[in-house]
Nanobody, 117 residues
Framework: QVQLVESGGGLVQAGGSLRLSCAAS????????TGWYRQAPGKQRELVATISSGGIINYADPVKGRFTISRDNAKTRVFLQMNSLKPEDTAVYYC???????????WGQGTQVTVSS
């Protein structure tokens, strides 16, 4: 079992910054990839960024150059630094962990990010 808890969301003006944190506990050794996803009202959940256990990073095109994913040395926390925020970044942001064991993926409860124009 893996537990994920997100924090750091909030309300920010366009052009501002926020830093999200995802704290993992439980069988963290089984995590292969940790990612951030987001879901805006009326839209499907979409990938934002991922980081693998080997350090390979992937970004969705809309956030490239503005968002940075990173993790701590213990690999129990993954961060998403979001700069130059836009109103279209408004969404609930979720942390997801992919694992080598069933059920193969876990999700956090989400944290709201609202960017005002």
């Amino acid at each position: 079992q893996v537990q994920l808890v997100e924090s750091g969301g909030g309300l920010v003006q366009a052009g501002g910054s926020l830093r999200l944190s995802c704290a993992a506990s439980g069988s963290v050794f089984s995590i292969t990839v940790t990612g951030w996803y987001r879901q805006a009202p009326g839209k499907q959940r979409e990938l934002v960024a991922t980081i693998s256990s080997g350090g390979i990073i992937n970004y969705a095109d809309p956030v490239k150059g503005r968002f940075t994913i990173s993790r701590d040395n213990a690999k129990t926390r993954v961060f998403l630094q979001m700069n130059s925020l836009k109103p279209e970044d408004t969404a609930v942001y979720y942390c997801k962990a992919e694992t080598i064991r069933r059920p193969y993926e876990y999700w956090g409860q989400g944290t709201q990010v609202t960017v005002s124009s």
